[in-house]
Nanobody
Framework: QVQLVESGGGLVQAGKSLRLSCAASGRIISINAWAWYRQAPGKQRELAAEITSGDSTNYLDSVKGRFTISRDNAKNAVYLQMNSLKPEDTGVYYC???????????????WGQGTQVTISS
């Protein structure tokens, strides 16, 4: 079974940086796309950043120029470098992967457990 494990969240002051990591474990055939979603208290989950198999990226407007998503195919991992953090970036960040494992018949959605990011003003 494929599992996604995130790390790197925490509490930092506004203007600082954090780097989130997410690694996929298990018997994996292929990873098509990765994404980071976030959910602020009382709000719906939203897409913060995504990266395709061709390394095309897409960002939420409010994080453009501050966040960078990248992937390491050799490590089955994805990262989110977050700079110039703002209090409104606070929330739980979830790693998402479109992955085909050996027990899957096709690509399917996988989610991490979430990591808390808190930005103080």
């Amino acid at each position: 079974q494929v599992q996604l494990v995130e790390s790197g969240g925490g509490l930092v002051q506004a203007g600082k940086s954090l780097r989130l990591s997410c690694a996929a474990s298990g018997r994996i055939i292929s990873i098509n796309a990765w994404a980071w979603y976030r959910q602020a208290p009382g709000k719906q989950r939203e897409l913060a950043a995504e990266i395709t198999s061709g390394d095309s990226t897409n960002y939420l407007d409010s994080v453009k120029g501050r966040f960078t998503i990248s992937r390491d195919n050799a490590k089955n991992a994805v990262y989110l470098q977050m700079n110039s953090l703002k209090p409104e970036d606070t929330g739980v960040y979830y790693c998402y992967g479109l992955i085909m494992g050996y027990s899957d018949s096709w690509l399917r959605d996988y989610w991490g457990q979430g990591t808390q990011v808190t930005i103080s003003s």
